[in-house]
């Protein structure tokens, strides 16, 4: 492919995931345009779970996205694959060709039996934190350039933030979903009227009484307080 022509398929796919923050609307939009991009035979991405161990595959060599895929082709343990482990620790690209024995067994028994003979996987780096895996497989022993790994490596780039804030938005949503649900099904608070009394160690101020409709009582009737006696006047008691 021509300069001109990945910087054009560069701008076009970046135009293309920025219209959507939907995460399975953006896998589709890679699923559709990274493998005819790249020119290769096919081409994945996956994230990488810290928590597992593992690879989780968002979409498959063969446009599938996640929850399409067989169970078996959604989750790879790192533990079994050391060379995806390398990638996602040091950042740093590589190439695994079946032909070459000193290359991962691993990754390259997996090629063979998918019928391909060459793997490039590119680290995904959002703000700095790999993501996960873009993974480039061809049917032929394919060696590529400098200049085809630069648009690999951009290419990657475009997709990382496209996925991570897409990721981001799916987060968020869930866990506000999650706080909806949480206080829609909170218990009402309704005490009975027998119960609603101040709480005990708090105290009315001296010779005030509460009545038990909200009004005071101070020598006089409900809801009225009679005036103190004038200062060297003393205070006639009622009589009995």
Known sequence: ??????????????????ASLDLDDVLRRVAGHAT???GSSACSVSLWDRERDSLVTLTGWFG???G?????QEEFL??????????????????IRVANEADDPSERTLLAAEGYASLL???LVSRGTCLGLMEIVDESDRLWDDADLDFFRTLADIISAAVHNAVLRKQSTEAEE?????????????????????????RQPSGRLADGRGSCRVGGRPGRLDAPPAPGRPRRRRAV
């Open 121 to 123: 996987m590119i680290p």
């Open 178 to 202: 999650r706080y909806r649900t949480l206080v829609e099904n909170l218990p009402a608070v309704n005490l009975p009227r027998h119960r609603r009394h101040r709480p005990a160690g708090l």
């Open 36 to 38: 005819a991009v790249t």
């Open 1 to 18: 492919m021509a300069t001109h022509d990945r910087l054009r398929a560069l701008v076009d796919l970046a135009r293309t995931l920025s």
């Open 64 to 66: 599938q996205i996640a």
């Open 78 to 95: 790192l533990s079994d694959f050391p060379a995806s482990r390398d990638v996602l620790e040091r950042q740093q690209t590589r190439l």
């Open 68 to 72: 399409e895929m067989d169970a078996g």
